[in-house]
């Protein structure tokens, strides 16, 4: 699930080689963080949400086949000072 996270975030993405995945595996199920630029965060959430919601969307009907309940965070990537 996480090569399809990675493809559809890519795709919209200017700084590809900054983006962090984070995969945590818990009794509810996955959580995935993706951490970006905050010039890319616009990008990859979209107007009103609309691009992360399609994501999202995405996903549950992917996980679907493996029993398994995904949940995506879009943060911004913590500056280093």
């Known amino acids: ?3 399809l996270v990675k493809y559809i975030v890519e795709q919209f993405a200017e700084h590809k ?4 995945y984070q995969v945590e ?3 509810k199920g996955v ?6 630029e905050e010039s890319d965060m616009g990008k990859v959430i979209g107007k ?3 691009i992360a919601k ?7 009907c992917a996980s679907a086949k493996e029993g398994k309940k995904y949940n995506i965070e879009i943060k911004e990537k913590a500056k280093a000072e």
């Open 1 to 3: 699930m996480l090569e």
């Open 17 to 20: 080689d900054e983006i962090e």
């Open 25 to 27: 595996e818990s009794e």
């Open 31 to 36: 959580e995935i963080t993706v951490s970006l």
């Open 48 to 50: 009103q949400g609309k």
């Open 54 to 60: 399609a994501l999202r969307t995405l996903v549950r």
